[in-house]
């Protein structure tokens, strides 16, 4: 009890305000901090009615959870099969996922509700990938299932989450118009599984979006894969494969069209041109001077246009001297341009292949240079070089001097040294580098036997992110050195070349032709430094069916690389390393 009659009302009032928040801030429960991630994706506890459940009568499926969910993109990700006049609602309460069934059911017939991505936990996010329940309003629920695997065409990698959908012959021609409502997608090996199918005929596709993941095919941005003959379902099918690959469009189409803020303009287009050119058909003059470079490609372009005192600009796209496309640029006289000549090399980790010679590009084409304003430093000394210009590259030039091994360089471009076009200057830059050493590369030779002679094939070195590094024509038993390789892992794979045209080609959906067969060689061609491996390839006449490569993971770093796969595909004979 207080007995101090002098003190104040109010002091006595927050003193015991004060003492109670202590109190109950103490015995508080808090929310544990750090731990784990969560990384599990919700967990079915009950179904009611039960999954499989035959006479089905009810108007409402409770699905009941081990957390609490949301729904996530479900007009996109949930369908019905057969599909209903009325979409079935979805409601979540909490821990349950009621979906109520507002339109009539046909008697005898096995109905199967996929959600695809749609369920979630409502925490972290984590996907419930592939979950359906099946019902059957008759006594017997259909139960034929068909599964498979999916590959890239090209890099005969697994394809993951591809969608893999099924449509009855009787609405095939509903494709790429329509949502598939009986689908799934595939795991993390490529692999996959449609059940509660019925007896009947089918085509098969698989999907690969780019984005928006609506189970519409957009030849523009997905690949595709499918088996050409349709399917008659009357037993269980497993073992199918699909290959999905990115079509060639069969009609020419600028994707992107932009006047830059420098005054450059750049079109991409939806497929790569033979022997591409540009004309400026309007106004004409502007045609005389004007200069452009095509990516490596020949599927966009950069052009730049001397004389920017026009309101618009008509430019026609050509290939094989045929005109394609024209496209339309206007501009106003009061617009203003800002230019920075920006300068890259092709040094690796501050590092100069001793093979090559020093590149330097820029990105706008060039005038002229002051060779006098371009040092070059070895021990501090200013050494005398070469500079040509790229003979099919008008944005790069070449730097030709006697390396000398594990020397260190300085290449020191002044200020105003490089006059481009619209009299940009450059501001001054300074690269250090090392020339690497030559003992850090190594050399392959391959010899190649096909067993078909009377085929055409090409042979393609792939480093371990699939990117080619050399391709050469195969028509009879040859002899393929590489010289020069960094030390790293590489593979051969063999294009069987139908049409002996030199290139890999692609396959068509509507005419029903697959992608030219790729054969994977799945040994590791790893390099050593300073060593010369052999090996020798032996084609078979006709290509392997592919085995899914999968995707693995390399520590310490994003990037993928195809596993060592133990399969009874032929593959080269085991050679030999020697030191060089």
């Not at 012959?169 to 599984?193: E, H, M, Q, V, Y």
């Not at 005398?384 to 594990?406: G, P, V």
Request: net charge positive.
């Amino acid at each position: 009890m207080l007995k101090n009659r002098n003190c104040p009302f109010y002091l006595i009032f927050f003193v015991l305000v004060g003492a109670i928040s202590f109190i109950y801030g103490c015995a508080a429960m808090k929310s544990p901090e750090g731990g784990p991630r969560d990384t599990t994706p919700p967990k079915v506890l009950k179904m009611t009615p039960e999954n499989l459940t035959t006479n089905f009568t009810a108007k409402k499926i409770i699905i009941e959870f081990d957390e609490y969910i949301k729904l996530s993109n479900e007009f996109k990700e949930f369908s019905i099969s057969p599909e209903l006049d009325k979409i079935p609602e979805l409601k979540v309460k909490l821990k349950r996922l009621e979906i109520s069934l507002s339109d009539s059911l046909e008697k005898n017939t096995t109905y199967t509700l996929n959600f695809g991505k749609a369920i979630v936990d409502l925490n972290e996010g984590n996907v419930l990938k592939n979950f359906s329940y099946a019902f059957a309003t008759g006594p017997t629920i259909d139960s034929l299932s068909l599964s498979g695997n999916v590959t890239n065409a090209l890099t005969g990698e697994a394809e993951i989450e591809s969608t893999v959908f099924i449509l009855p012959l009787s609405r095939d021609s509903l494709f790429g118009k329509k949502r598939a409502p009986i689908f799934t997608l595939t795991d993390s090996s490529g692999n996959f599984k449609l059940k509660n199918l019925k007896k009947d005929t089918y085509k098969v596709y698989a999907l690969k979006e780019k984005g928006g993941g609506d189970r519409i095919y957009q030849q523009i941005s997905d690949e595709i894969g499918f088996i050409k003959d349709s399917i008659v379902l009357d037993k269980n099918i497993d073992s199918l494969r699909l290959s999905v690959f990115k079509e060639i469009a069969p009609n020419f189409r600028v994707n992107d069209r932009k006047l830059n803020a420098d005054g450059s303009i750049f079109m991409s287009f939806n497929k790569k041109l033979n022997n591409p050119d540009l004309t400026v058909i309007f106004p004409p003059s502007v045609d005389q001077n004007k200069q452009f470079q095509f990516n490596k490609t020949k599927d966009s372009v950069s052009l730049w246009l001397a004389d920017l005192s026009f309101d618009s600009v008509k430019i026609a796209v050509k290939d094989e001297g045929k005109t394609l496309d024209t496209v339309k640029f206007s501009r106003s006289k009061r617009d203003t341009y800002n230019r920075v000549i920006s300068i890259s090399d092709n040094l690796e980790g501050g590092n100069l292949n001793p093979f090559r010679d020093l590149t330097i590009s820029f990105n706008f084409p060039i005038k002229n240079i002051d060779e006098s304003k371009i040092i070059l430093l070895e021990d501090s000394i200013p050494r005398k070089f070469t500079l040509e210009k790229d003979s099919t590259n008008l944005l790069k030039y070449h730097i030709k001097y006697k390396w000398r091994a594990k020397e260190e360089y300085i290449l020191l471009i002044r200020e105003n040294a490089i006059n481009a076009i619209f009299d940009t200057k450059n501001k001054e830059l300074k690269r250090n580098f090392t020339l690497a050493d030559a003992n850090d590369y190594g050399s392959l030779t391959l010899t190649v036997e096909p067993a078909d002679t009377s085929k055409s094939y090409i042979l393609e070195i792939v480093n371990k992110d699939n990117n080619v590094i050399s391709s050469y024509p195969i028509k009879k038993k040859s002899l393929v050195k590489l010289n020069n390789l960094k030390q790293g892992i590489y593979f051969g794979r063999i294009v069987y070349d139908a049409n002996s045209n030199g290139i890999w080609d692609t396959g068509n959906l509507k005419l029903g032709t697959q992608p030219e067969a790729i054969w994977y060689n799945n040994k590791e061609l790893s390099i050593r430094a300073n060593w010369d491996r052999s090996e020798t390839i032996t084609i078979p006449s006709v290509a392997p069916l592919p085995v899914p490569k999968p995707k693995e993971k390399v520590e310490n770093n994003n990037s993928t690389r195809p596993a060592p796969s133990n399969n009874n595909q032929p593959t080269g004979n085991v050679g030999g390393f020697r030191r060089m």
